[in-house]
């Protein structure tokens, strides 16, 4: 019986080739403009680390003096830490791993006599940070704790990296020159890069992209003088060469805490950290904030509001073309009164006729859902082309490509029904009698 419906359908469709064009045009238009839009929030919205993302925290202290606030309202808490701060919390040991992580644009020199300097994005970090963000390694490992107390001179890089400087061959064990001090490669990543790149937040880092290319030992590339990109001081001044006793704020912590006890343990031990550093005088507020990673993105707007804005209008669009296809399929239904009389004086069901009118939009829907691929296709080239940080990460994946086929014939059988329950209601006598 489908293959009868189906039949009909098409027969119908050739009939009405300006109709069923303008009908299929109608859906794709919209579906393409909804698909873009959904794609594009989907990219900014979503979870950088679905494996662990739960058990991520970020804790926040608040060190400015309560005449000086940090912000307007005096109620919001600092997002960075001094390096005192990340150093006592780190060193406390309440969290089975925890890093701190600052970001620096550094000079690298390949070791061949034909390459020239160039710039890279490097984080400055400590031992846990591969371990507790599941960073794979293509070769090699990263450093360790002890690493981190003795300044090692050990760096590990990313695989796009790699494969610029050594040809994607192991380069584990060989020297890479950083702000003229040479570190000994002792791992290499496989392609890495959570989107969005939420440890990199306010650290003066891209929030998207390919990723850093170095992650060296904190201590280690303080050492050698590398400075972070991001620092904010509290103080009457900031002393450049001695960051590490200086009043200002230039770290990130995260700390992995399994379960929800733990949180709660360690939210505990935040505040009485808080309290003590207002009774030795180093604080004047005990304000305190421990965030998890996806409450943390949606604190700092992550995902642009204009975004949101743009899949709602692009949603409305979609509903103004669902009523247009409506209204196209409901004057078809009116031009064909005489058909269906006839049909139901041989006597078609209305089940049937409502039937066959629901494969007809279907039909309409699957053909407005590829042509509507095709649109959102060229809305991400588009895409592509702007120079926003995620421009280059805009690509529709397999799930979005079924989505976009669930979307078209959802809407195709949304426009249908009032056509096709116009269609079953019709009464056959009169139309037999006006023909």
């Given at each position: 019986?489908?293959?009868?419906y189906?039949?009909?359908?098409?027969?119908?469709?050739?009939?009405?080739?300006?109709?069923?064009?303008?009908?299929?045009?109608?859906?794709a238009?919209?579906?393409?403009?909804?698909?873009?839009?959904?794609a594009v929030l989907r990219?900014l919205?979503?979870d950088?680390?679905?494996?662990?993302?739960?058990?991520?925290?970020?804790p926040q202290?608040?060190?400015?003096?309560a005449?000086?606030?940090?912000?307007?309202?005096?109620?919001?808490?600092?997002?960075l830490?001094?390096?005192?701060d990340?150093?006592?919390?780190?060193?406390a040991?309440?969290?089975?791993?925890?890093?701190?992580?600052?970001?620096?644009?550094?000079?690298l020199?390949?070791?061949?006599?034909?390459?020239?300097?160039?710039?890279a994005?490097?984080?400055m970090?400590?031992?846990d940070?591969?371990?507790?963000?599941d960073?794979?390694?293509?070769?090699?490992?990263?450093?360790?704790?002890?690493?981190d107390?003795?300044?090692?001179?050990?760096?590990?890089?990313?695989?796009?990296?790699?494969?610029?400087?050594?040809?994607?061959a192991?380069?584990?064990?060989r020297m890479?020159?950083?702000?003229?001090?040479?570190?000994?490669?002792i791992?290499?990543?496989?392609?890495?890069?959570?989107?969005?790149?939420?440890?990199?937040l306010?650290?003066?880092?891209?929030d998207?992209?390919?990723?850093?290319?170095?992650?060296m030992?904190?201590?280690?590339a303080?050492?050698?003088?590398?400075?972070?990109s991001?620092?904010?001081?509290?103080?009457?001044?900031?002393?450049?060469?001695?960051?590490?006793s200086a009043q200002?704020?230039?770290?990130?912590?995260?700390?992995?805490?399994?379960?929800?006890?733990?949180?709660?343990a360690?939210?505990?031990?935040?505040?009485?950290?808080?309290?003590?550093q207002?009774?030795?005088?180093?604080?004047?507020?005990s304000d305190?904030?421990?965030?998890?990673?996806m409450?943390?993105?949606?604190?700092?707007?992550v995902?642009p509001?204009d975004?949101r804005l743009?899949?709602?209008?692009?949603?409305?669009?979609?509903l103004?073309?669902v009523?247009?296809t409506?209204?196209?399929?409901?004057?078809?239904?009116?031009?064909r009164?005489?058909?269906?009389?006839?049909?139901?004086?041989?006597?078609a069901?209305?089940?049937?006729?409502?039937?066959?009118?629901?494969?007809e939009?279907?039909i309409?829907?699957?053909?407005?859902?590829?042509?509507?691929l095709v649109?959102a296709?060229?809305?991400?080239?588009?895409?592509?082309?702007?120079?926003?940080?995620?421009?280059?990460?805009?690509?529709?994946d397999?799930?979005?490509?079924?989505?976009?086929?669930?979307?078209?014939?959802?809407?195709?059988?949304?426009?249908?029904?009032?056509?096709?329950?116009?269609?079953?209601?019709?009464?056959?006598?009169?139309?037999l009698?006006?023909?």
């Amino acid at each position: 019986m489908f293959a009868y419906y189906l039949d009909l359908a098409l027969r119908s469709l050739k009939r009405n080739k300006v109709l069923t064009l303008l009908m299929v045009l109608a859906l794709a238009l919209g579906i393409g403009a909804t698909i873009t839009t959904l794609a594009v929030l989907r990219l900014l919205s979503g979870d950088p680390l679905p494996q662990k993302s739960a058990q991520l925290f970020y804790p926040q202290l608040d060190p400015y003096p309560a005449n000086r606030p940090f912000s307007r309202s005096g109620k919001r808490v600092p997002f960075l830490l001094s390096y005192v701060d990340a150093m006592n919390l780190l060193h406390a040991g309440k969290a089975p791993h925890q890093a701190a992580v600052a970001l620096s644009q550094v000079k690298l020199t390949p070791q061949t006599q034909q390459g020239k300097p160039f710039y890279a994005d490097g984080v400055m970090t400590t031992a846990d940070f591969f371990p507790m963000f599941d960073a794979p390694f293509q070769y090699g490992a990263g450093w360790s704790a002890a690493d981190d107390d003795s300044r090692a001179q050990v760096v590990v890089i990313a695989s796009y990296l790699n494969d610029k400087l050594f040809g994607g061959a192991n380069s584990v064990g060989r020297m890479i020159r950083i702000e003229d001090h040479d570190f000994r490669i002792i791992g290499v990543l496989r392609p890495w890069a959570p989107q969005p790149r939420f440890y990199a937040l306010h650290l003066g880092g891209r929030d998207y992209g390919k990723g850093e290319g170095v992650f060296m030992p904190l201590q280690g590339a303080r050492a050698d003088g590398i400075s972070p990109s991001t620092m904010m001081g509290y103080g009457s001044s900031i002393d450049m060469q001695h960051l590490e006793s200086a009043q200002a704020i230039w770290l990130g912590l995260w700390v992995q805490l399994p379960t929800a006890a733990e949180a709660e343990a360690y939210r505990e031990y935040l505040g009485h950290y808080a309290k003590q550093q207002v009774a030795l005088g180093r604080f004047q507020k005990s304000d305190t904030a421990l965030s998890g990673l996806m409450e943390w993105l949606r604190s700092e707007h992550v995902v642009p509001d204009d975004a949101r804005l743009q899949a709602g209008l692009a949603f409305g669009f979609l509903l103004i073309c669902v009523v247009n296809t409506v209204g196209l399929l409901l004057a078809k239904c009116l031009r064909r009164s005489r058909e269906i009389g006839v049909r139901r004086a041989l006597g078609a069901s209305r089940g049937a006729i409502f039937a066959q009118f629901m494969v007809e939009a279907a039909i309409v829907g699957v053909a407005g859902g590829v042509l509507g691929l095709v649109f959102a296709e060229l809305g991400l080239w588009g895409i592509r082309h702007q120079p926003a940080q995620y421009a280059s990460l805009a690509h529709l994946d397999l799930s979005m490509f079924a989505f976009t086929f669930v979307v078209a014939l959802a809407a195709s059988l949304v426009a249908g029904l009032l056509p096709a329950w116009r269609a079953c209601v019709v009464a056959p006598a009169p139309q037999l009698k006006a023909s």
